[in-house]
């Protein structure tokens, strides 16, 4: 019984918790970018892209070369980040599916018990003792709870399938690049066919005009020449006050500055 239970406790943590599992996504600090080309930027490197191999299904975060795809238990922690594909997480399934795992251990245990305690007279079913009887309740339980864990399971593996899908849409709207119907929304400038594909984008016509090479200066064109007769050219120097208005004519002045020649004296008479 001790065996059981902690077996039972270890397959309730989920094999989920044991896998390696891909990095969550800020969606609140993505959705802050203001930028539309660094909005579809992000959604490439935090959208869950689906890869088959001869393994299945299997699931990359991002375009990075090289990344390493992994199986749809390493989704748990991406898709929590979202509270939309958080919603859509079958947890009743896993749940179920997690007590049906802890129930195939303990009837594993059962079997093995059974095994071991018949060993010595083997199983007979036409007088079954108390020996077979364990042996053969363990291998009966293990089948049972074995075929219903791989169907829990393999339900559980679609729901999380279906979160995908939810968390691909979910990000894409809150970015700004889909709407909530899964179409395309084209950024300011670009037009796109019902299929979603760019048939004109105007961005590509505006830009090598805003940032091509500058218009050659416009020729400078000279004034009209301006002859002597139509406008005379104005003289450099000073013009000259006149000689009169400046200075007092110098007859004047002398005649101001002598004075008066005095009058002759008489002459004596004769005595």
Not at 23 to 52: G, K, M
Not at 86 to 110: F, M
Not at 228 to 239: F, K, T, V, Y
Request: glycine share 10%; hydrophobic share 40%.
């Amino acid at each position: 019984m001790a065996g059981s239970l902690a077996l039972s406790l270890v397959a309730s943590t989920g094999c989920v918790s044991l896998t390696p599992q891909l990095h969550p996504t800020e969606v609140e600090r993505l959705e802050r970018i203001e930028d539309r080309e660094e909005r579809e930027a992000a959604y490439a490197a935090n959208a869950i892209y689906r890869q088959d191999d001869a393994r299945g299904t299997r699931y990359v975060k991002g375009e990075r070369l090289g990344a390493r795809s992994r199986s749809w238990q390493s989704l748990d922690l991406v898709l929590r980040s979202d509270r939309h594909s958080s919603a859509a997480l079958p947890e009743k399934k896993l749940r179920r599916a997690r007590v049906l795992t802890g129930l195939v251990g303990a009837s594993a245990l059962i079997l093995v018990g059974g095994f071991a305690a018949s060993a010595r007279d083997g199983l007979d079913l036409m007088r079954l003792n108390g020996t077979g009887a364990v042996l053969l309740a363990g291998g009966v339980m293990t089948l049972g709870f074995g075929i219903a864990t791989g169907v829990t399971w393999g339900q559980a593996r679609a729901g999380y399938e279906g979160a995908v899908d939810v968390y691909n849409d979910s990000l894409g709207m809150r970015l700004g690049i889909y709407d909530a119907d899964g179409n395309y929304v084209p950024p300011d400038g670009v037009m796109v066919d019902e299929e979603g594909f760019i048939i004109l984008d105007q961005r590509e016509i505006l830009v090598p005009e805003v940032q091509g090479p500058k218009p050659p200066p416009e020729p400078v064109v000279n004034p009209p020449l301006v002859f002597p007769e139509q406008q005379p050219e104005p003289s450099s120097e000073p013009a000259a006050q006149p000689e009169a208005a400046a200075k007092p004519a110098p007859e004047a002045s002398e005649s101001a500055a002598d004075p008066a020649p005095e009058a002759p004296e008489p002459a004596p008479a004769p005595e």
